[in-house]
């Protein structure tokens, strides 16, 4: 009882940097938990802010993200604001559509819209009377072994900040990192691969979607990609992945029709060729990093999470949803050691680092994977073959994307069934194969025996044996 209060008598200042979509909903887990929470965000306050730049318009919100946010009570605000895609849609080049479900019925993912969880989250955060929210605060540098901040404002002037625990949840290129970079025995590999993405915006038709709202609409072409999620607004946002290179060929509006006319024709239309042409010049391609990391911590006072200690390409459509299930993996980490953060550092690296790693790895195979000889007939062949298998043995054979989507097995864990998984699959096609084979053997063996059984009643009737 004692220790309780005195922790109580001074509740410890977690400062959160980074007010996107990690960072607000680890303001919210930090809060729920009693913390003096202080979140510092660099850009202003999205939901006052009139234009939102910023990264994907929508995204796919699956399993282990809505987890997270069940955690500290939004899933249902959250789903009820997102549209569920229950399959994809492959789009062959032919114009023709084939749905390729996600699973059984109540297996889907959600399409949401990323400023609105963003500001959703915020407004959640804001609501725990232990947080304040500090936007127009970017942070310039941190010391590691004071813990001291500092922090820039637009208008050039500077405060320094004091906090028992940092969360670094500033991204990608994050601030808190770099004072990690700067350690011994701290291992950092970023990667930038050769495709750039740029978003399309598919408006209604006569006030409706203009194609199937419930599925993840997919153009498989190999090297080039384009997706399509679902909004609210019954518009879709499409996004065309594609090497930088390509992108920097085409550079008239002609050329831009022409490319399409060529590898994704059905949309032309449904974008119309006027706003495709608007919207193709209107922003450059924008670059995919891959980031791994480890550790994750330095000693008690600094934690990354989400994109700054893991940033994937979006080909696995994990990135948030691995980072709000980081989270939760933090905050069972604090159960267990009684919110000691010289315990609970450290283990968070030891359990947390082998999962995003896995998550990071799968992102890029199935980016290398799509692009080498991914085209519509070969999307539609694997995940038949997937799900057929599944269907046949549903506890032996569980395609790796169930896994990843819609379980909470660890990342992981979920490669190493996969790999075992082909084993299987592989002891499996030699038996069907050695089964063939023996069958027609036996078949032909049958064929001669019955002959000769033949042959030998017609020579002992011919010599009356
Ligand atoms: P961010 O969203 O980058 O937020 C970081 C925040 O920190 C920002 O608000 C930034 O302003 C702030 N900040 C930065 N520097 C500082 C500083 N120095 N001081 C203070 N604040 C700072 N994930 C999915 O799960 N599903 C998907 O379908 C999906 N699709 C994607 C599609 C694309 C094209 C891309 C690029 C990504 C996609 N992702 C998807 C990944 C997802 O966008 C990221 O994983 C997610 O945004 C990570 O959240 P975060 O809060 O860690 O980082
Ligand atoms: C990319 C960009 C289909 C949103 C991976 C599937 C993605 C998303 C897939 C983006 C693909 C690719 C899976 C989901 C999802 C598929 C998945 C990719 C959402 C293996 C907003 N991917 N994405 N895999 O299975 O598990 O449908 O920008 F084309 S959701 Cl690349 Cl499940």
Known sequence: ??????????????????????????????????????????????????????????????????????????????????????????????????????????QYILSVDRANLNKELLTAAETYPNTKMNFDHKLQDWNAETGLMTFVRLDGSKEQVKADLIV?????????????????????SQTYIPHGYMELTMPPINGEFAMKPNYLHIWPRNTFMMIALPNLDKTFTCTL??????????????????FFQKYFPDTIPLIGADTLQRDYFRLPAQAMVSVKCNPYHIGDTCVLMGDAAHAVVPFYGQ??????????????????????????????????????HAIADLAMYNYIEMRAHVNSKWFIFRKYVDNILHFFMPKTIIPLYTMVTFTRTRYHEAVKRWHW?????????????????LSTVISKVTVL???????????SKQFSI
């Not at 998984?421 to 084979?437: I, P, R, S, W």
């Not at 025996?449 to 017609?458: G, Q, R, V």
């Open 1 to 106: 009882m004692e220790r309780s209060a005195s922790r109580q008598s001074r509740k410890k200042v977690v400062a959160v940097v980074g007010g996107g979509l990690v960072g607000a909903l680890n303001a919210c887990f930090f809060a729920k938990r009693g913390f003096d929470v202080e979140l510092f965000e660099s850009r202003e306050d999205i939901r006052r802010a009139k234009i939102v730049k910023g990264r994907s318009i929508n995204l796919a919100l699956s399993h282990r993200g809505r987890q997270a946010l069940k955690h500290v009570g939004l899933e249902e605000k959250i789903v009820a604001q997102g549209i569920p895609m229950h399959a994809r849609m492959i789009h062959s080049l032919d114009g023709k559509q084939s749905p390729i479900p996600y699973g059984r019925k109540g």
């Open 168 to 188: 670094g949840c500033d991204g990608a290129f994050s601030a808190v990192r770099k004072q990690f970079l700067r350690r011994s025995r701290f291992d950092y």
């Open 241 to 258: 992945f594609m090497p930088f290179e390509d992108f920097e060929k085409i550079t008239t509006g002609d050329e831009v029709i022409e």
């Open 319 to 356: 990135g948030m949803n691995a980072g709000f299930e980081d989270c939760i993996v933090f905050d069972e980490i604090m159960d267990q050691f009684n919110e000691d953060f010289r315990a609970v550092l450290p283990e968070y690296t030891r359990v947390r680092v082998p999962d995003d």
């Open 421 to 437: 998984q082909n084993k299987v699959k592989y002891l499996e096609k030699m038996c069907f194969y050695t089964a063939l084979h």
């Open 449 to 459: 025996s019955e002959a000769a059984l033949k042959a030998a009643a017609t020579l």
